[in-house]
């Protein structure tokens, strides 16, 4: 007599979107990586053209170049959207007394901060030099640390208000301040010539990737 087997739960239809899309964002990510890491020719030179294009408006237009230089060091500034991720977390402890779920949202932001310098450190690609720069940054350039730290902050954020139920009103304000966010700190670190486009899509799509996983892990914490 055979001994009767139990089938595992079926995965939610949640968790079998977040899979593909971890999948699909893991393997953009791993690609642009490896084109970046083997100097891929029509990719350089399509960074080469927009930045120098760029620049060349960030020099012609000082008014708006100071513009972005106060968004991208203070408003968008990764250490200011981990004051906010910090804020948010006492917010939960205090509030909901989520001890799990604050946790969950600093070791995301700790890991997410780890995995950028991992990659920085194993890429090591060069920023953009200029003769008459209008701004500086400091480390390797690929993945811009301000595209994917807002990436990460926002989503998980975006994420929180969903589990939480908030309302309508509330979510699509968020929602809004999130795409600004995300699209505008991307922008102005190309504007001020201290990455290159690719630095900006990568730190996108590891951003969105962190934020996929994350959330699989919290849903995993949760059962």
Do not use: N
């Not at 089938?7 to 968790?15: F, G, N």
């Not at 893991?26 to 029509?42: M, N």
């Not at 939480?164 to 700190?185: E, F, P, Q």
Request: with cysteine.
């Amino acid at each position: 007599m055979g001994i009767p087997t139990v089938d595992s739960p079926p995965r939610p239809p949640e968790d079998r979107r977040a899979v593909r899309w971890s999948g699909g964002l893991a393997a953009c990510s791993v690609l642009l990586i490896a084109l970046v890491a083997a100097e891929w020719r029509p990719l350089t030179a399509l960074d080469g053209d927009v930045a120098r294009t760029t620049h060349r408006w960030a020099v012609d237009e000082p008014g708006l170049t100071q513009a972005c230089r106060i968004l991208t060091d203070w408003v968008w500034d990764p250490w200011t959207m981990r004051i906010v991720c910090a804020a948010v977390a006492v917010w939960l402890l205090v509030r909901h007394a989520a001890l799990r779920t604050a946790v969950w949202l600093a070791a995301v932001c700790t890991l997410s901060a780890l995995l950028q310098q991992g990659i920085k450190a194993a890429v090591d690609r060069p920023r953009p030099v200029w003769p008459d720069p209008v701004d500086s940054a400091h480390y390797a350039a690929f993945p811009s640390g301000h595209a994917m730290t807002a990436t990460v902050v926002s989503g998980v954020l975006l994420w929180l208000l969903h589990h939480y139920g908030a309302g309508r009103a509330l979510y699509r304000t968020a929602l809004a301040v999130a795409v600004i966010s995300v699209a505008g700190v991307g922008l102005t670190r190309i504007w001020l010539g201290v990455h290159w486009p690719s630095d900006v899509v990568g730190g996108w799509l590891l951003g969105a990737l962190t934020v996929v996983l994350a959330v699989l892990a919290h849903r995993r914490l949760r059962a």
